[in-house]
């Protein structure tokens, strides 16, 4: 039998013969180069740590007793990436070991978080299947947003664990018709904070998703389809599944030159199953209207139409309102995406602005959506200006990428310096929620800035919850070796219902201040003060109740460690 050899050259510049088989057999032939060229690229990137810390804290408390203890703590971690010409992956892991000690009371604590993600492109961006999900502590209590942690108030974390699947298809260089679609599934997972506050969760949620437009050849009709179907289980209160459809679609007739005619729909339908209130039924929303279109080419256009509305609902039905969609690239590093319309709910609009300069990249994004904590918490917004390695721990270390459609390496990650505020329950929301986030890096500075607000008003619980944040990360590299790094942020947090005892208010502080020393290639030194203060009500109900030290306490912080890290 006559084999078939190949030479393989390795990135280390090596060479090695492999036999690949019967020349007789193409189907083995194709498998077996199409699975050696993928190899013979391949970057494989293990790297861990270990971070030994010693923390003393002073937590004085207005409503209950003041505590000063030493923590000691071990946070060992591994991260390992894969990039071929197919496939890439990241697997990052901590465990976290925290021992207290008190005057009156000696604790000990584990903690463990890992998350991964993985894209398999066998047909270059033709099909692209994805893995994601994590196991993350996150804060149960609204009102203790920012100021809950490892280290204060742990028993207000609940542990939650997430993963997604997801498959897309991309037909993008076709000539007379472009096609983009999606099918995943998630499940989210959670165990009730220590304190009893917040649901535990248990929600698999199945989405199908799908855009169909013109092709490059189009010119006198520009068109564009898009559909979404997305079914949560609500397994442990048994609330019945939460459906909801979506879909949106416009054409574009040109008359002369840049204008044209736009014909334009929209229909929106959400449903709670297994339910004999109102609410069972479908609240089905539909919206048709006809303008004009002024169209410089596919990323610079701005449409006006007038507007009608078909619902079920009759003080919304036949409503006449004005509509608007604007898709404007002013350069290649500079757009801005804006709508403006009705829903169920009311007036509804959307932004999507992003600009990137040398030093300055920001993003700017403002959705209105109909989602609960579980969809929310498997798929998270990420708008990260800064690109960071996946083992980093300091914006020091982290770069802004040169252009809007960076695609990071499987051993980066985009990275924002702000995180959602959510409420543990299976209530259906609408959320509207902005987020503004801004980087600067020029010399010796690095620059992070975040802005969010995000409004949750429960369709069947009568309650609103509204979230104000902002925050600045700064690192200024005083020497080759050495960095300044500082980060405050702030929340105002705001929830208002029908019951008295439910209504409160929160403002929560989280400031930071260190320096961190290299000690040649693997060995880091640093040293920080920080300083923690919440001040407002002491409300329950809602996922808003306090914590261990209550509604009102400040707590100071002063830790050093040391970091040793091999790659």
Same mark, same amino acid.
């Given at each position: 039998?006559?084999?078939?050899?190949?030479?393989?050259?390795?990135?280390?510049?090596?060479?090695?013969?492999?036999?690949?088989?019967?020349?007789?057999?193409?189907?083995?032939?194709?498998?077996?180069?199409?699975?050696?060229?993928?190899?013979?690229?391949?970057?494989?990137? $293990? /790297?861990?740590?270990?971070? &030994?810390? @010693?923390?003393?804290? %002073? *937590?004085?408390? !207005?409503? #209950?007793?003041? $505590? /000063?203890?030493?923590?000691? &703590?071990? @946070?060992?971690?591994? %991260? *390992?990436?894969? !990039?071929? #010409?197919?496939?890439?992956?990241?697997?990052?892991?901590?465990?976290?070991?925290?021992?207290?000690?008190?005057?009156?009371?000696?604790?000990?604590?584990?903690?463990?978080?890992?998350?991964?993600?993985?894209?398999?492109?066998?047909?270059?961006?033709?099909?692209?299947?994805?893995?994601?999900?994590?196991?993350?502590?996150?804060?149960?209590?609204?009102?203790?947003?920012?100021?809950?942690?490892?280290?204060?108030?742990?028993?207000?974390?609940?542990?939650?664990?997430?993963?997604?699947?997801?498959?897309?298809?991309?037909?993008?260089?076709?000539?007379?018709?472009?096609?983009?679609?999606?099918?995943?599934?998630?499940?989210v997972a959670s165990e009730r904070a220590?304190?009893?506050?917040?649901?535990?969760?248990?929600?698999?949620?199945?989405?199908?998703?799908?855009?169909?437009?013109?092709?490059?050849?189009?010119?006198?009709?520009?068109?564009?389809?898009?559909?979404?179907?997305?079914?949560?289980?609500?397994?442990?209160?048994?609330?019945?599944?939460?459906?909801?459809?979506?879909?949106?679609?416009?054409?574009?007739?040109?008359?002369?030159?840049?204008?044209?005619?736009?014909?334009?729909?929209?229909?929106?339908?959400?449903?709670?199953?297994?339910?004999?209130?109102?609410?069972?039924?479908?609240?089905?929303?539909?919206?048709?209207?006809?303008?004009?279109?002024?169209?410089?080419?596919?990323?610079?256009?701005?449409?006006?139409?007038?507007?009608?509305?078909?619902?079920?609902?009759?003080?919304?039905?036949?409503?006449?309102?004005?509509?608007?969609?604007?898709?404007?690239?002013?350069?290649?590093?500079?757009?801005?995406?804006?709508?403006?319309?009705?829903?169920?709910?009311?007036?509804?609009?959307?932004?999507?602005?992003?600009?990137?300069?040398?030093?300055?990249?920001?993003?700017?994004?403002?959705?209105?959506?109909?989602?609960?904590?579980?969809?929310?918490?498997?798929?998270?917004?990420?708008?990260?200006?800064?690109?960071?390695?996946?083992?980093?721990?300091?914006?020091?270390?982290?770069?802004?990428?040169?252009?809007?459609?960076?695609?990071?390496?499987?051993?980066?990650?985009?990275?924002?310096?702000?995180?959602?505020?959510?409420?543990?329950?299976?209530?259906?929301?609408?959320?509207?929620?902005?987020?503004?986030?801004?980087?600067?890096?020029?010399?010796?500075?690095?620059?992070?800035?975040?802005?969010?607000?995000?409004?949750?008003?429960?369709?069947?619980?009568?309650?609103?919850?509204?979230?104000?944040?902002?925050?600045?990360?700064?690192?200024?590299?005083?020497?080759?070796?050495?960095?300044?790094?500082?980060?405050?942020?702030?929340?105002?947090?705001?929830?208002?219902?029908?019951?008295?005892?439910?209504?409160?208010?929160?403002?929560?502080?989280?400031?930071?201040?260190?320096?961190?020393?290299s000690i040649g290639r693997n060995l880091?030194?640093?040293?920080?003060?920080?300083?923690?203060?919440?001040?407002?009500?002491?409300?329950?109900?809602?996922?808003?109740?306090?914590?261990?030290?209550?509604?009102?306490?400040?707590?100071?912080?002063?830790?050093?460690?040391?970091?040793?890290?091999?790659?």
């Amino acid at each position: 039998m006559e084999a078939a050899t190949m030479d393989i050259t390795m990135q280390n510049g090596k060479s090695s013969n492999y036999c690949v088989g019967s020349s007789k057999n193409p189907i083995l032939w194709l498998i077996t180069l199409l699975f050696f060229q993928d190899f013979a690229y391949a970057d494989l990137d $293990v /790297s861990a740590g270990v971070t &030994s810390s @010693n923390i003393y804290q %002073n *937590v004085k408390s !207005e409503d #209950r007793k003041s $505590v /000063s203890l030493n923590t000691f &703590s071990i @946070n060992p971690s591994l %991260n *390992v990436s894969y !990039e071929s #010409r197919t496939l890439r992956g990241r697997w990052q892991t901590q465990l976290t070991y925290l021992k207290r000690d008190r005057d009156d009371i000696n604790i000990e604590d584990n903690f463990q978080n890992y998350a991964y993600s993985a894209q398999w492109s066998p047909l270059d961006d033709l099909i692209t299947f994805e893995a994601s999900g994590a196991l993350s502590y996150q804060n149960a209590q609204p009102g203790n947003f920012l100021v809950s942690d490892f280290n204060t108030n742990a028993n207000s974390l609940a542990k939650t664990r997430s993963n997604r699947l997801a498959s897309t298809l991309n037909i993008r260089e076709a000539d007379w018709i472009q096609v983009q679609g999606m099918v995943s599934y998630s499940d989210v997972a959670s165990e009730r904070a220590a304190n009893g506050q917040g649901n535990a969760l248990n929600n698999d949620t199945y989405q199908l998703s799908g855009t169909a437009r013109n092709g490059d050849r189009a010119k006198k009709l520009i068109w564009q389809i898009t559909g979404s179907y997305q079914n949560t289980s609500r397994a442990q209160l048994q609330g019945g599944e939460f459906i909801s459809r979506n879909a949106s679609g416009f054409s574009d007739f040109n008359i002369i030159g840049n204008w044209a005619i736009r014909l334009s729909g929209t229909h929106e339908a959400n449903q709670i199953s297994d339910r004999i209130d109102s609410l069972s039924a479908t609240r089905e929303f539909n919206t048709f209207g006809a303008g004009i279109t002024y169209r410089q080419t596919a990323n610079r256009f701005i449409s006006l139409t007038a507007n009608r509305t078909n619902t079920e609902q009759t003080e919304d039905d036949s409503d006449n309102f004005v509509g608007v969609d604007l898709q404007w690239a002013f350069t290649p590093r500079t757009s801005a995406s804006l709508t403006y319309g009705r829903r169920f709910f009311g007036e509804t609009g959307s932004a999507n602005i992003r600009y990137n300069s040398k030093y300055l990249r920001s993003a700017f994004i403002y959705t209105e959506n109909v989602t609960n904590t579980s969809r929310l918490l498997a798929n998270p917004e990420n708008i990260g200006v800064f690109v960071c390695p996946i083992n980093s721990t300091s914006i020091s270390n982290c770069f802004q990428p040169n252009n809007l459609n960076y695609v990071p390496a499987s051993n980066e990650q985009f990275v924002q310096f702000s995180n959602q505020n959510v409420e543990f329950s299976d209530n259906i929301i609408v959320r509207k929620s902005s987020n503004l986030q801004l980087g600067y890096d020029f010399s010796r500075i690095t620059v992070g800035l975040s802005f969010t607000y995000s409004e949750d008003d429960a369709l069947d619980a009568n309650r609103l919850l509204r979230t104000l944040s902002s925050g600045i990360t700064l690192s200024y590299q005083i020497g080759s070796y050495t960095n300044a790094n500082a980060s405050i942020s702030y929340a105002n947090v705001d929830q208002q219902s029908d019951g008295t005892n439910n209504n409160g208010e929160s403002d929560n502080w989280n400031f930071e201040l260190g320096i961190t020393r290299s000690i040649g290639r693997n060995l880091n030194f640093s040293s920080d003060i920080s300083y923690i203060k919440r001040a407002g009500d002491d409300v329950i109900g809602g996922g808003f109740n306090t914590g261990l030290f209550g509604a009102n306490f400040t707590d100071r912080r002063i830790s050093v460690s040391l970091t040793y890290t091999y790659d």
